[in-house]
């Protein structure tokens, strides 16, 4: 493949996911979609926790290396 045709998902992976979710919540496509949605929320929201701690991490200046010290 060259990297024009390249995609990021192969389209049948892609679509075989599709039916696995909708199959998932009894062939309803708006429960599906609401499910995806929610998901996605709670993926957004756990990415924000985890980039505050890291954040705070560095701030603090605590990202487990010690510059000093070689491992």
Do not use: W
Request: glycine share 8%.
């Amino acid at each position: 493949m060259t990297d024009q045709t390249q995609t990021v998902f192969d389209t049948d992976e892609m679509n075989a996911q599709v039916i696995a979710v909708i199959e998932a919540c009894e062939g309803d496509p708006k429960l599906a979609i609401r499910a995806l949605l929610v998901e996605q929320e709670i993926l957004e929201q756990r990415i924000a926790r985890l980039a505050s701690a890291l954040s705070f991490g560095y701030v603090r200046g605590r990202t487990g290396i010690n510059p000093r010290h070689p491992g």
